[in-house]
């Protein structure tokens, strides 16, 4: 009984429990360890593993009043460790994933030269470096890159920046109230396409002649230099890509189209 108990505790559940279901489970452990005499478990860490009650009852009917605190609290412990290093574990992750990103969008430890880029790798570089910045402002950012997307000449750390700035960009346009920033690249003819589109108040007509000027802005005073899209024309302008806007209440899409080395041979 001791190991499957011990077990049960090292498990997290399936699905895991809701506050309010493991704030329940707490009270019912509490009453059920005070039936054998029990007060001095803490049994919040109890109450957020998969262990059942019928198998605490079980253990503490087979376990001396005096010895079931101490071994009650050594099972909780235990579970306590291992979430400690399950947490660890994810947040060594998460780093090596961010570390992955951050060098794939700057393209450290390459000669700075062009050639061949895969946009798909860099747009999802991209994202994952602005996922907490949509995080905190509620939003969503997804990618939709197509198969076998061919590649483009150029220089990998110029045309990250025009992902970033649109990216930003669409953030900055739905952080309102949150909303979606949808990022989608696929090949038209001899084209690699990639458009960011959100779902925002739109760009009003009597400035959409303008956006792309130096130093043009709607932010407010210190919140935005105006450069960000006056950049990504000058970076465009140097891959003899081009960029083109449609907007409206909802749907704005900054769409950008550069010179694919290699499209793929229709069947």
Known sequence: MWPAVREACRTAPPQPWSPLDVSDREDKILDLLAEYGVSNVS?????????????LSALASVVEA???GVVLTLIAGNHAVTGIASDIERA???????????????????VVATQAVDVGAGL?????MLEARAQSLGSVVTVDVENALPSVEGMVAELNQVWHHLVDNALDAVASGGGEVSVRACHREHLVVVEVMDD??????????RIFDAFFTTKGVGEGAGLGLEIVRGVLSRHSGDIDLESEPRRTVFRVSLPATQVPQQP
């Not at 049994?43 to 198998?55: I, M, N, P, Y």
């Not at 999802?124 to 994952?128: A, E, F, G, I, K």
């Not at 925002?200 to 002649?209: L, R």
């Open 43 to 55: 049994a919040g860490g109890l109450a957020a593993t998969s262990v059942s009650l019928e198998a």
């Open 66 to 68: 005096g010895a079931l």
């Open 92 to 110: 060594a992750a998460r780093v090596s994933d961010m570390v992955g990103a951050v060098k794939g969008f700057t393209h450290m430890d390459r």
């Open 124 to 128: 999802r570089d991209t994202v994952r």
């Open 200 to 209: 925002g108040p739109g760009v009003p007509d009597d400035i959409s002649d």
